[in-house]
Each structure stands twice: as C-alpha cells, then as structure tokens.
C-alpha cells in the first residue's frame, strides 16, 4: 500500500510492529477490560500471528495498521491503532484504537487518532473516517468527540463475544474543507 511508512503526530509515531511488540500486542487482546469494551478476538491468537498483522510492508488491501509508540520511545509499543475499509472511490474508512492502560489518559490516543486522521485526509484523499464504539466505552467516545468526530447514530444491537447485545454508537469525522489531492492534484470541494 503506498505511503506503508511511519506517521507522526505531536507525541506519538505510528509505525509498523516488530518482534518485540509481541507481548505489548497479546496484553491488549488478553486485558479482560479491553474485550469489554471492543469486539475482541473469537479464537486464541499468537504474538506472531498478531505481529504479522500489524508489521507487514502488504498489509491486507484496504488497510492501514500501526502501532502508537512515544516520540522519545519509539521501540516500545503503547497500542494499535487501523484505518480498516478503506474504499478509495468513496473515500471512506473505519478507524479502531487500542491502548495499554499504562498509556491512556496522557494525550497519547487524542495524538494518534489526529495523526492518523491527518494523513488519511491529506495522503490516502479521503473525505470522511467512521468508527464504531460500544455505547458504554464512554472513554473511546470521549476521545472521538475530543477529536472532532461527531455521534451519528446508533446500532439498536451488536452480539459481543459471550453472545450479549450491546448498543453502538456511529462517529463520523468529514475532511474539513476544500483540498488539493497530493496524489492526483485534482480539486476536492464540498457539494450541497
């Protein structure tokens, strides 16, 4: 995928996963709080197969996924963070973030979803970035409002992976204004 390479915000680089990201990225899907709130996996996973994931030059088409590292320590991972769905004719994608407990409440994920949100705007050409929170993750919907996303619905149910239906809240985040594609160096220009 093009531009597969480090994006930096304020504090925080997104990069690809490495080796030593293993245990960070099997603590987030084995924290007890974390698949509370998110889907989480069905199956057991490995640190390898997690790594691939995340660290590889082709990830899966439609896709863009990193790990959200401090500038000043840019080897240790602090969560993940995925544009998923990414449709280039529509010029849409799903965002979804992870953050180690240890690292939440510092500013790290308003940085990586600005980041991220950045660069898909700018880079991939997109107009608008969606994200699907539990409706009681009050954190993750916190942060999306705090990252000027705005609430747009909500999913009557969604079965979690015990089987309960949950509520889901749609946030939806549009490209500011009118911009010049670095890609094609066509216009872009809202429509009434």
Same mark, same amino acid.
């Given at each position: 995928?093009?531009?597969?390479?480090?994006?930096?915000?304020?504090?925080?680089?997104?990069? @690809?996963?490495?080796?030593?990201?293993?245990?960070?990225?099997?603590?987030?899907?084995?924290?007890?709080?974390?698949?509370?709130? @998110?889907?989480?996996?069905?199956?057991?996973?490995?640190?390898?197969?997690?790594?691939? !994931?995340?660290?590889?030059?082709?990830?899966?088409?439609?896709?863009? !996924?990193?790990?959200?590292?401090?500038?000043?320590?840019?080897?240790?991972?602090?969560?993940i963070?995925?544009?998923?769905?990414?449709?280039?004719?529509n010029?849409?994608?799903?965002?979804q973030?992870?953050?180690?407990?240890?690292?939440?409440?510092?500013g790290?994920?308003?940085?990586?979803?600005?980041a991220?949100?950045?660069?898909?705007?700018?880079?991939?050409?997109?107009?608008?970035?969606?994200?699907?929170?539990?409706?009681?993750?009050?954190?993750?919907?916190?942060?999306?409002?705090?990252?000027?996303?705005?609430?747009?619905?909500?999913?009557?149910? !969604?079965?979690?992976?015990?089987?309960?239906?949950?509520?889901?809240?749609?946030?939806?985040?549009?490209?500011?204004?009118?911009?010049?594609?670095?890609?094609?160096?066509?216009?872009? @220009?809202? @429509?009434?």
């Amino acid at each position: 995928m093009e531009g597969y390479g480090d994006i930096t915000g304020g504090k925080v680089i997104l990069r @690809t996963a490495k080796m030593q990201d293993r245990e960070m990225l099997l603590n987030l899907v084995r924290d007890p709080e974390i698949m509370k709130v @998110t889907k989480g996996y069905q199956n057991p996973v490995t640190g390898r197969y997690l790594v691939g !994931r995340f660290g590889s030059p082709e990830a899966p088409a439609g896709s863009v !996924r990193r790990i959200i590292a401090d500038q000043g320590d840019p080897e240790s991972g602090l969560g993940i963070i995925m544009l998923s769905d990414l449709n280039k004719e529509n010029r849409t994608a799903k965002m979804q973030i992870k953050l180690l407990r240890s690292a939440r409440g510092r500013g790290y994920g308003r940085d990586a979803v600005d980041a991220l949100v950045s660069y898909a705007f700018r880079e991939l050409g997109l107009d608008c970035i969606c994200s699907s929170i539990l409706e009681d993750n009050t954190a993750s919907r916190r942060l999306f409002e705090a990252c000027g996303f705005q609430q747009e619905g909500i999913h009557e149910s !969604r079965a979690d992976r015990n089987g309960h239906c949950r509520k889901v809240c749609s946030y939806v985040k549009r490209d500011a204004g009118p911009s010049v594609s670095k890609k094609t160096g066509s216009s872009r @220009t809202e @429509t009434g």
